[in-house]
């Protein structure tokens, strides 16, 4: 097959995003596919030039400022190279940005384009943190309490500490912040603010780190998350050797199958495909509160979603092509 793949985009998850299209690169590769990469941020006068430079951009590093130079709107061009190409499928590695809030997957679909992942409304509604906890709540899906702010808000909070604040529409937990106490949450929102103009305050969920990977249709084992630092932020989630992964959790196998359960139900109320990930927070009462839907989780060594498919015997070059070939006979 001939794939595109596309990486990068004008969002603070493009390193990531860049992580992810070089492991499923290697994949493709290895299964002797065809493929060539395409970021939307780039014009494609320079891709050349882009696509020498990924070997040097590290995981672990932002550049955000940068980013606010970068456009998006490059790929309303690119769609006619897409064509031109025949490739047979494209292989959306993008997080965060239009990459994964809804818009590049409109335009490849009413191009008619086959590309992985969810489709566009999926994506708009998960990667709006407000809109997803509000569509939770109506179907009876336990989430944090929660609060929407903006710039404009003085003062703002009415949950009692610990609480957790974070960009209403940003992955990769970029510009989160634990804050126990009151003197801290000026500081704390601005960070926030510097991602988007809007940002949740939800109620800290004292307990387990999970998240429920689902890969055609199918639930994969759970995974927890043990971070040495305390806080799965940017900087624990692609440092390396800064947390701990248990596949699968060691809990009683009732709770494992009522977070499945939980996770089965968000994603159809979604309306999600093909593959993605829903995160949860375990109390002590074991009662589950989901936290956020990903439809493109990422695809790096890091990664959460291959570790979990790796531990049921799935290779990664293996899932990659499952991932494909599901797109392609539906």
Not at 208 to 235: A, F, H, M, Q, W
């Amino acid at each position: 097959m001939k794939i595109c793949i596309l990486l990068g985009g004008a969002s603070t998850e493009r390193n990531v995003s860049i992580h992810s299209g070089l492991a499923v690169a290697e994949a493709l590769r290895e299964k002797k596919h065809e493929f060539k990469f395409l970021d939307p941020a780039t014009p494609l006068k320079k891709m050349g030039n882009f696509i020498d430079s990924l070997d040097t951009i590290s995981v672990e590093t932002q550049n955000f400022d940068k980013l606010k130079k970068m456009q998006d709107n490059y790929f309303l061009k690119q769609i006619d190279w897409i064509k031109k190409e025949k490739f047979d499928i494209v292989f959306n590695a993008l997080h965060g940005g239009n990459g994964e809030n809804g818009v590049i997957s409109a335009v490849l679909q009413i191009a008619g384009i086959p590309f992985t992942g969810s489709e566009y409304m999926a994506s708009a509604i998960a990667m709006d943190k407000y809109r997803t906890k509000k569509l939770l709540n109506s179907v009876g899906v336990l989430t944090p309490p929660f609060e929407l702010f903006d710039s404009s808000t003085e003062s703002p909070r009415s949950l009692p500490f610990p609480i957790v604040i974070k960009p209403n529409d940003v992955g990769s937990s970029v510009g989160l912040s634990i804050v126990k106490k009151e003197k801290n949450i000026l500081n704390e929102t601005k960070e926030a603010l510097k991602y988007s103009g809007k940002y949740i305050i939800e109620k800290y969920i004292s307990g387990r780190e999970l998240t429920v990977p689902i890969i055609c249709e199918e639930t994969y084992p759970l995974v927890e998350i043990v971070s040495k630092s305390g806080i799965y932020d940017y900087k624990s989630k692609y440092g390396l050797g800064m947390n701990e992964y248990l596949i699968p959790p060691l809990m009683d196998s009732s709770v494992t199958g009522k977070i499945k359960m939980s996770a089965k139900k968000v994603w159809n109320i979604f309306g999600m495909r093909n593959y993605g990930r829903i995160d949860f927070r375990l109390n002590e009462n074991n009662e589950a509160f989901c936290l956020e839907a990903n439809t493109l989780p990422g695809m790096t060594n890091a990664s959460l979603l291959p570790k979990s498919a790796k531990y049921s015997g799935l290779e990664f070059p293996d899932l990659i092509e499952k991932i494909i070939t599901d797109v392609l006979t539906k």
